[in-house]
Structure formats: structure tokens, C-alpha cells
């Protein structure tokens, strides 16, 4: 492929809100997306989820007992798994008071309501498949959705990751043109082919610059994550990463905007 930029004439890093920016706002939600984009977040990450009726929702957890009120509206239900209930059962459920009072208008999105937001001029989309064997089909699902809500996000930023590298290959010729980004653990070996991929997204933890050269070489960019603490964010910007994922795109938009 064509050379990337020198390290001076890269843009500066993507600022991604983990989560939709759950640091001051409950994760996975809408509200949580719009505060980090008006906190200067130019990517909200998302976790995807299949419901029993095959719909697909954002939440991280596979229940739904940290995140919403699931225990309270539907006792008797335990574990509360995502996969057991319906969309209809789901769009019941506060997801917002765990965290605050203030959230109580939050319900768990639909990925329709974030492609929605989207397409409303929202901050641009990080959209992580949790692939699970109770959510077989998930990532036919997920293109289908993004095929036949194209208008929503043709010309905006979208991107799909996941740690299933294999399922992230076939993804990636059921909606080409969206970048698809590998999510892998520190220190792991890149098979031969990633044609596919368009980045890695790997823990700050023991990342080195080099490893950061060696990804840039190969023509992939490089997201990492998850972190809040500023050294390490300004680390993380000192070895030229494509991307940072935080819960606090505020304080990182600080550090990029020196
Ligand atoms: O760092 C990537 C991140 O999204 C994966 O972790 O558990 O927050 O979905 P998790
Ligand atoms: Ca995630």
C-alpha cells in the first residue's frame, strides 16, 4: 500500500469515548455519546449485543443486572442475560439511575438509535462486536443493519471491531467499506494477512513505540486502550498512536490540544 505520513505529519490521534464515554455519564447510552461529543470526542465506542428476538443492542455486559434495572422489573429472571429477553422486554429497562438519578430517561439503545445519532451530525462510531455462543448470527445482523440504514453513516465515520479476527474477516466482505479494526491483547503475534483490517486497538499496557512503527509499517494504524490517567495518555500521543480510547475524552482533548 502507499506509504503512511512521518510521524510529524500525522493528524492527531482520533479522541474515542470507551463506552460512549462512561467516565461522566452511564456507559452505552445516548445520552453518554453526546456529552463526550460535546467533551471532544471524535469517535464514541460501542458495545454491540444480540437480544433473544435477534435484535441488536448496545451494552457491555452479556446481563443486563449491572447496567439497568433488570432485577427489579423482571425478578425471577436471574441471570438476566441480554440473550433471554426480547427487544420489547429490554426497551423496558432504566439503564441510566444505576449511575445517576439524573439518567433516569436512559433506556439501553438500539444500534439503529446510535446509527441515528450518527446521522444526525453525532460523533462518529466505534462499533464493537461482543461475539458470544448465544448470539449466533450477530454479525450477519450487524450488516444488514448497516446495509439498509446506508444514509445514516455513507460519508460519516463508522468503523466495526472485535477480538474474533477470523469473524471479523468475513464481516469485512459483507460490508466493505467499513474499516474494520482488531481488537488484540499485548504482545500478540499479526498473522501474515490483515488486507482486511484497517487497525489494531491494543492495551496501553506494554505497548512500546516500536511495536507502534512495526504496525504503521505494515499500513495499519494503531488505537490504543483503555485508559484515564494523563501520563499515560500523553505517552500513548508520544508514540504517535492513530487513536485513544478513554472514559474521559475531556481531559484527553486537553493533552491533545497541546
Ligand atoms: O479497549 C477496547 C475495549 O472496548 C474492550 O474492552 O471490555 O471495555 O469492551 P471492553
Ligand atoms: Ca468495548
Same mark, same amino acid.
Given at each position: 500500500? /502507499?506509504?503512511?505520513?512521518?510521524? +510529524?505529519?500525522?493528524?492527531?490521534?482520533?479522541?474515542?469515548?470507551?463506552?460512549?464515554?462512561?467516565?461522566?455519564?452511564?456507559?452505552?447510552?445516548?445520552?453518554?455519546?453526546?456529552?463526550?461529543? !460535546?467533551?471532544?470526542?471524535?469517535?464514541?465506542?460501542?458495545?454491540?449485543?444480540? /437480544?433473544?428476538?435477534?435484535?441488536?443492542?448496545?451494552?457491555?455486559?452479556? /446481563?443486563?443486572?449491572?447496567?439497568?434495572?433488570?432485577?427489579?422489573?423482571?425478578?425471577?429472571?436471574?441471570?438476566?442475560?441480554?440473550?433471554?429477553?426480547?427487544?420489547?422486554?429490554?426497551?423496558?429497562?432504566? +439503564?441510566?439511575?444505576?449511575?445517576?438519578?439524573?439518567?433516569?430517561?436512559?433506556?439501553?439503545?438500539?444500534?439503529?438509535? !446510535?446509527?441515528?445519532?450518527?446521522?444526525?451530525?453525532?460523533?462518529?462510531?466505534?462499533?464493537?462486536?461482543?461475539?458470544?455462543?448465544?448470539?449466533?448470527?450477530?454479525?450477519?445482523?450487524?450488516?444488514?443493519?448497516?446495509?439498509?440504514?446506508?444514509?445514516?453513516?455513507?460519508?460519516?465515520?463508522?468503523?466495526?471491531?472485535?477480538?474474533?479476527?477470523?469473524?471479523?474477516?468475513?464481516?469485512?466482505?459483507?460490508?466493505?467499506?467499513?474499516?474494520?479494526?482488531?481488537?488484540?491483547?499485548?504482545? +500478540?503475534?499479526?498473522?501474515?494477512?490483515?488486507?482486511?483490517?484497517? +487497525?489494531?486497538?491494543?492495551?496501553?499496557?506494554?505497548?512500546?513505540?516500536?511495536? $507502534?512503527?512495526?504496525?504503521?509499517?505494515?499500513?495499519?494504524?494503531?488505537?490504543?486502550?483503555? /485508559?484515564?490517567?494523563?501520563?499515560?495518555?500523553?505517552?500513548? $500521543?508520544?508514540?504517535?498512536?492513530?487513536?485513544?480510547?478513554?472514559?474521559?475524552?475531556?481531559?484527553?482533548?486537553?493533552?491533545?490540544?497541546?
Amino acid at each position: 500500500g /502507499t506509504a503512511l505520513a512521518a510521524p +510529524a505529519e500525522r493528524p492527531r490521534a482520533d479522541n474515542i469515548a470507551h463506552r460512549g464515554g462512561s467516565g461522566g455519564a452511564p456507559e452505552n447510552t445516548i445520552a453518554a455519546c453526546a456529552r463526550a461529543r !460535546a467533551a471532544g470526542a471524535d469517535l464514541c465506542e460501542f458495545d454491540v449485543q444480540q /437480544t433473544k428476538d435477534q435484535q441488536l443492542v448496545l451494552i457491555h455486559d452479556e /446481563t443486563l443486572a449491572r447496567t439497568t434495572d433488570a432485577e427489579q422489573v423482571f425478578p425471577g429472571r436471574a441471570p438476566w442475560q441480554v440473550a433471554d429477553f426480547t427487544l420489547a422486554e429490554i426497551r423496558r429497562l432504566d +439503564a441510566g439511575s444505576w449511575f445517576s438519578p439524573r439518567f433516569g430517561n436512559e433506556g439501553v439503545p438500539t444500534l439503529r438509535q !446510535a446509527l441515528e445519532l450518527l446521522g444526525a451530525g453525532g460523533a462518529g462510531l466505534l462499533l464493537e462486536i461482543k461475539h458470544s455462543p448465544r448470539s449466533p448470527g450477530i454479525d450477519r445482523r450487524v450488516a444488514a443493519e448497516l446495509q439498509d440504514n446506508r444514509a445514516l453513516w455513507q460519508g460519516r465515520r463508522l468503523s466495526l471491531q472485535a477480538f474474533d479476527w477470523q469473524a471479523m474477516r468475513l464481516l469485512h466482505r459483507m460490508v466493505p467499506g467499513v474499516p474494520i479494526l482488531l481488537l488484540g491483547t499485548s504482545g +500478540a503475534r499479526l498473522p501474515a494477512d490483515t488486507g482486511y483490517a484497517s +487497525a489494531l486497538v491494543l492495551p496501553h499496557a506494554g505497548l512500546t513505540e516500536r511495536q $507502534v512503527r512495526g504496525a504503521h509499517g505494515r499500513g495499519l494504524r494503531v488505537y490504543a486502550g483503555t /485508559t484515564d490517567r494523563p501520563r499515560v495518555l500523553r505517552r500513548l $500521543v508520544s508514540y504517535g498512536v492513530d487513536g485513544i480510547m478513554t472514559d474521559r475524552p475531556a481531559r484527553l482533548r486537553g493533552i491533545l490540544a497541546r
